[in-house]
């Protein structure tokens, strides 16, 4: 089994920033890819960034880029998202979440990840 535990959700303004932490453990296997994904209110889940442990390579989807990065500290077993010009749009619970298998096919599906953390939630005022 894997534990992910994410930190650093919170409250800010429209144009404040936020960078939320996972931490990795358990006796698992190491997973190829990390992920975070979020959910609103009466909303799906739906997949934000992922990055590939092995080269790091990261990925987003449209409406974060150029807004939000994701990278790791392999060494701590960490991913981070810094999320900068945040929108109340972004407000949601967010989810880390670990995985293995075709990571371009299913980066962006709930399906693509084996493991999951308990959330943390951000809030943007307007």
């Known amino acids: 089994q894997l534990q992910l535990v994410e930190s650093g959700g919170g409250s800010v303004q429209a144009g404040g920033s936020l960078r939320l932490s996972c931490t990795a453990s358990g006796s698992a296997t190491s997973s190829d890819y990390m992920g975070w994904f979020r959910q609103a209110p009466g909303k799906e889940r739906e997949a934000v960034a992922s990055i590939f442990v092995l080269n790091g390579r990261a990925y987003y989807v449209d409406s974060v880029m150029g807004r939000f990065t994701i990278s790791q500290d392999r060494a701590k077993n960490t991913i981070f998202l810094q999320m900068n010009n945040l929108k109340p749009e972004d407000t949601a619970m967010y989810y880390c979440?670990?995985?293995?298998?075709?990571?371009?096919?299913?980066?962006?599906?709930?399906?693509?990840?084996?493991?999951w953390g308990q959330g943390t939630q951000v809030t943007v005022s307007s």
């Open positions: 979440a670990a995985g293995a298998g075709q990571f371009l096919r299913v980066w962006r599906t709930t399906a693509g990840y084996d493991y």
